[in-house]
């Protein structure tokens, strides 16, 4: 095909734009657009707010956009690290998104790929705060109807928190001096990204204890941290660690921070502590006021014992006085006696009578029906369809060899048509098969020649664009020793071998003159078989 090139102001052919630029595809471009941006952005943190989220898509995958008040980036959360990202996202929630910067080619646009969120500072950690306490308390976790009563001396006591710092030493030395108690400590990380999970596990497993197990499973927990920032407190405020908590079937203290800190987990549990030493003093009683109160209820009960057996010593000497014989009491007792016994006898007597006649009935009507009466009776039925029977064999036989012979018949019919069918559709196929193979060879060869086409018309157009129809106008190309192009003056040092390729063969020269060469006169040629340039 011909294509029109603008001429020059003289008339001669313009050299198009595009120069010797190669010729890309929309795939090319956008795959070498892919790996720039993947290549310079490759981990970038990106702060802005989340909009239009709308939860995951069916796949697992999330789609939202980050936005500020000048622009907007799309961003997409893969299945696989959607579970395992601590903060989910929400929509209007501003976040500081860790991720890379690829492309889509399918729209022409860019995006980050996320892989870590967090929230923008305090506001936002508040803001989501108070988010998740509404959902939460909305579900019923916060109820006070959900709250168990702990136990008034628990036998064993369980506490999650870390076995090293203060807390653990204040809780154990403050049980210790109250009421000693039997403490197991599951020790966890307080802060972190693995504390939610470890301390919702801890809380788990306690209550997955059996009751009859070689560890005993605690009467009541503590959930125990010492103070803190928001951010140091998190991961109490993890829904994970909230529904642990609100699912535990051991009554649960929560103490976490100082009195003013507030975490969720001090709603779902059944009571919160202002410190972890107050929670200490808040599951076991002081042992010497238990004694004492102990002594004191003892004393009064004694008292109690010896004025209530006074009273009732009194009660029963004034009844004694009242009350009255034994022959004054069973007297009309044995009287009534006597007559029942005399009543009793011709009772008796009158139903023994009614049933031996009940009984004289009853032998009749067995006599009747006994086994020998109904066994004959029975023999006598089974002889009379025994006849009836031995009648009715030979039709029945005589019938169903009718029609077992019906539907031999019927059988070879069917077998015979189906075999005709099959033939005729052999046939059929064998027809098609001869068709499509009469087609399919000019089509071949027609699709070879296309490609002999083809192929004739790239090598007319390699031709038309190689260096060897420019060296056949006369132009020459200048190479060094080791036959690299020489593209400028400048790259030529004095006394340098060269090739010159001609359109007929190849010379060498030699390059003479200063480092800086001089334009030669137009009239100025080298003296023969010298072979310089200038």
């Given amino acids: 095909m011909a294509v029109a090139r603008p001429l020059g102001h003289n008339g001669a052919m313009a050299e198009s734009p595009a120069g010797n630029a190669p010729e890309l595809s929309v795939s090319e471009l956008a795959a070498a657009l892919k790996r720039t941006v993947e290549d310079r952005f490759g981990l970038v943190r990106v702060r802005g707010e989340i909009s239009n989220y709308r939860g995951q898509h069916s796949s697992g995958h999330a789609y939202f956009s980050l936005k500020d008040q000048n622009a907007r980036l799309d961003a997409v959360v893969w299945k696989g690290v959607f579970s395992r990202l601590r903060t989910k996202p929400e929509e209007g929630l501003e976040v500081i998104a860790t991720g890379k ?7 022409s646009s860019y995006q980050i790929v996320i892989e870590a969120i967090e929230p923008a500072g305090v506001g936002a950690l508040l803001a989501q705060l108070e988010e998740r306490r509404k959902r939460l308390a909305a579900e019923g976790l916060f109820d006070a109807a959900r709250k168990q009563l702990l136990p008034f001396l628990p036998r064993t006591i369980g506490v999650v928190t870390s076995p090293t710092g203060a807390v653990i030493r204040d809780i154990l030395h403050r049980i210790r ?124 009960l004694a008292h109690a014992q010896t004025r209530l057996i006074d009273t009732r010593a009194s009660e029963l000497r004034a009844l004694a006085r009242v009350l009255p014989t034994p022959d004054d009491i069973l007297g009309a007792r044995r009287q009534s006696l006597d007559a029942a016994a005399s009543s009793l006898r011709k009772d008796m007597r009158d139903l023994v009578a009614r049933r031996r006649i009940r009984l004289d009935s009853l032998a009749r009507v067995l006599a009747d029906h006994s086994p020998r009466a109904e066994l004959n009776q029975r023999r006598g039925e089974f002889n009379r369809v025994a006849d009836r029977l ?115 063969g190849e010379r060498h020269a030699t390059a003479d003159g200063d480092s800086a060469p001089k334009k030669p006169a137009r009239s100025a040629r080298p003296p023969a078989g010298q072979g310089s340039l200038f």
């Fill in 177 to 300: 001096d109250r009421f000693p108690r039997d403490v197991i400590v599951w020790p966890v990380r307080v802060q972190g990204e693995t504390a939610a999970g470890e301390v919702a596990a801890a809380i788990r497993g306690f209550n997955a204890l059996p009751e009859d197990g070689p560890i005993r499973r605690p009467d009541v927990l503590i959930v125990a941290r010492g103070g803190g920032s928001l951010e140091d407190l998190w991961a109490f405020n993890e829904e994970i660690v909230v529904r642990a908590a609100a699912e535990s079937l051991i009554p649960l203290v929560s103490a976490i921070g100082h009195e003013t800190d507030t975490t969720l987990i001090d709603h779902a549990a059944d009571l919160r502590a202002p410190t972890p030493t107050g929670a200490a003093e808040k599951v076991v009683p002081v042992r010497v006021d238990l004694l004492a109160q102990q002594t004191e209820l003892a004393r009064r």
């Fill in 101 to 107: 910067l690829t492309t889509f080619p399918g729209k």
């Fill in 390 to 504: 031995g009648l009715a064999r030979p039709a029945v036989l005589a019938k169903r060899a009718d029609a077992l012979a019906d539907m031999s018949r019927r059988l070879d019919r069917a077998m015979e048509n189906r075999m005709v069918r099959g033939r005729d559709q052999i046939a059929r196929r064998r027809e098609a098969l001869a068709t499509w193979h009469g087609r399919l060879a000019p089509a071949f060869a027609r699709l070879i020649a296309q490609r002999r086409d083809k192929l004739a018309t790239l090598e007319k157009l390699r031709a038309s664009l190689g260096y060897e129809n420019v060296l056949a106008r006369g132009f020459a190309l200048v190479r060094d020793e080791n036959r690299n192009p020489l593209r400028s003056a400048d790259a030529i040092s004095p006394g340098q071998r060269l090739i010159l390729q001609l359109s007929d």
